[in-house]
Structure formats: structure tokens, C-alpha cells
């Protein structure tokens, strides 16, 4: 499953920059990382313990107009998201919807689903496993008020985006994005990861 995430986020990305001359999207944002309002709002298991931001690269294809119609017309997404202080970074893969608000065209919702795969921790190591030393010890323990324990490398990735178009090419965004194993890749550990931010956006072609 690891390698399948990653592969497929790597392949997006490719088509993506390869076929830049078809009307397919491609976007940077800046994100704070592991912010806790949204998940305690939402009731999403917010961790709140890591630092820095996160810079995501992505890309979008065009509509996918030959899916079942049942689809909705998604398009596929995949993206890169980097901590600036070493914390969980992690590639997505998944689909995503054009929702219009209103008939100017200038606003919009993006709701999307995808999979995950993160460098973080899915499974803290034990603290009080015998022979290990006291700074090992210290270290372990420290990890439960540093780092986020997710459960599982693989993870879903919903996300949310209201979005104004610039101008024809160009749009910005305001993004949520949401990690966790949804107690179904693994049980128990389940902190989950909120990310919020802004992404700019330029659509290649027309």
C-alpha cells in the first residue's frame, strides 16, 4: 500500500508536468501544520504536538467526463506536502469536485477524498521495553508530547477548498486538509493530522 500511494502521487505529478499544455491545474501552499481548531470542532482527534508549516506542490487534471456518471465528474488529484522543521510530511493521491457558488463563476467549493502516505509515526516504540537506556527511555517518552502517533502509514485524506478565481488562468484558494486512519487501516492509535492554508493555483492552457 506504501508504495502504491507514493507511486501514484509520483505518476500524477508526472502527467501533470508533462501534459501542462492540456487544461490541467497545477498549484504551491503554504499550510500551518497540525493546527487543533478544526479537528476539536469537528470532533477529528486533534493532536496539536508538531510544529512548522507545511509547503504543498499539486496537481489537478481537467474533468473527468468519461467516468460513470455517478461520479459527478471528479477530477484526480495528487500532491507533495513538505514540514519546514522535520516533522510528518506525507504524499496524496485522490479525487476531487468543481463545485460552483453562484453563476458568475468566480466562486467555488472543492471538496476531495483521497489516500496518504506520511514519514511520521504510525507506532511510537515502547518506553518501558527492557535493556534500553535511560536516554533512550527519555526519548521515547518525550516522542508522546512531540510527535503525532497516527496508527498507520496509510492514511484517508479528505479535504475541503473555497476558491476565487483571479482571472482565467488563475485562482487562490483557502484549503483544509484532514489525515487519519478513520479506525479502519488500523485500530486504536488514531491522533490524526489538520492542516489549513493558501494555495494559488494556475490552470495550463484553456
Not at 496518504?116 to 518501558?128: K, R, T
Not at 485524506?157 to 483571479?166: C, D, K, S, T, V
Amino acid at each position: 500500500m506504501k508504495h502504491a500511494v507514493v507511486s501514484a502521487a509520483a505518476a500524477a505529478l508526472a502527467m501533470g508536468a508533462a501534459g501542462a499544455a492540456a487544461a490541467s491545474e497545477g498549484w504551491v501552499g503554504v499550510y500551518a501544520h497540525d493546527v487543533t481548531f478544526v479537528g476539536e470542532t469537528l470532533g477529528l482527534g486533534a493532536a496539536g504536538k508538531e510544529g512548522g508549516a507545511n509547503i504543498h506542490l499539486g496537481w489537478r487534471s481537467e474533468r473527468l467526463d468519461n467516468a460513470p456518471d455517478w461520479m459527478g465528474g471528479p477530477r484526480v488529484h495528487a500532491f507533495i506536502s513538505a514540514n519546514t522543521e522535520g516533522d510528518t510530511s506525507y504524499a496524496a493521491v485522490g479525487l476531487n469536485w468543481h463545485v460552483p457558488l453562484g453563476d458568475s463563476g468566480t466562486w467555488y467549493l472543492r471538496p476531495g477524498f483521497g489516500l496518504a502516505y506520511h514519514d511520521g509515526w504510525d507506532e511510537f516504540p515502547d518506553w518501558n521495553e527492557a535493556g534500553i537506556t535511560t536516554e533512550e527511555r527519555d526519548r521515547r517518552i518525550a516522542l508522546r508530547s512531540e510527535r503525532i502517533e497516527f496508527g498507520s502509514k496509510v492514511l484517508f485524506e479528505p479535504e475541503l477548498a473555497f476558491g476565487a478565481r483571479l482571472s482565467e488562468n488563475t485562482s487562490i484558494e483557502l484549503s483544509y486538509v484532514h489525515l487519519s486512519n478513520g479506525q479502519i487501516f488500523a485500530q486504536g492509535k488514531n491522533q490524526g493530522l489538520d492542516e489549513v492554508g493558501i494555495r494559488l493555483v494556475h490552470r495550463f492552457g484553456r
